[in-house]
Nanobody
Framework: QVQLVESGGGLVQAGGSLTLSCAAS????????MGWYRQAPGNEREFVAD???????NYADSVKGRFTISRDNAKNTVYLQMNSLKPEDTAVYYC???????????WGQGTQVTVSS
């Protein structure tokens, strides 16, 4: 069984930075694709970024150049460094783990990020 625990959310002014962390339990982390998604009030959950087990990264166009995803397999942790934050980045951010040929998926409980203008 996998559990994902996010941390690092909070309130920040526009233009500021935050780093989110997601710690995973279990022994499949290093062989999994890790991702970050977000959901703003009244909106669908949307993709933000992910990183494969081989370190290949993908970003949503809205965050490209501002956010950086990284992973530390020794710590079973994935990070999301968020710079130049905008009010439209305000959302609950969720960590996601995908594993195996059937892409079994786990989600964290989410962490709130609020960017004030």
């Amino acid at each position: 069984q996998v559990q994902l625990v996010e941390s690092g959310g909070g309130l920040v002014q526009a233009g500021g930075s935050l780093t989110l962390s997601c710690a995973a339990s279990g022994n499949i982390f290093s062989r999994s694709t890790m991702g970050w998604y977000r959901q703003a009030p009244g909106n669908e959950r949307e993709f933000v970024a992910d990183i494969t087990s081989g370190g290949i990264t993908n970003y949503a166009d809205s965050v490209k150049g501002r956010f950086t995803i990284s992973r530390d397999n020794a710590k079973n942790t994935v990070y999301l460094q968020m710079n130049s934050l905008k009010p439209e980045d305000t959302a609950v951010y969720y960590c996601n783990l995908k594993y195996g040929v059937f892409r079994r998926t786990w989600w964290g409980q989410g962490t709130q990020v609020t960017v004030s203008s």
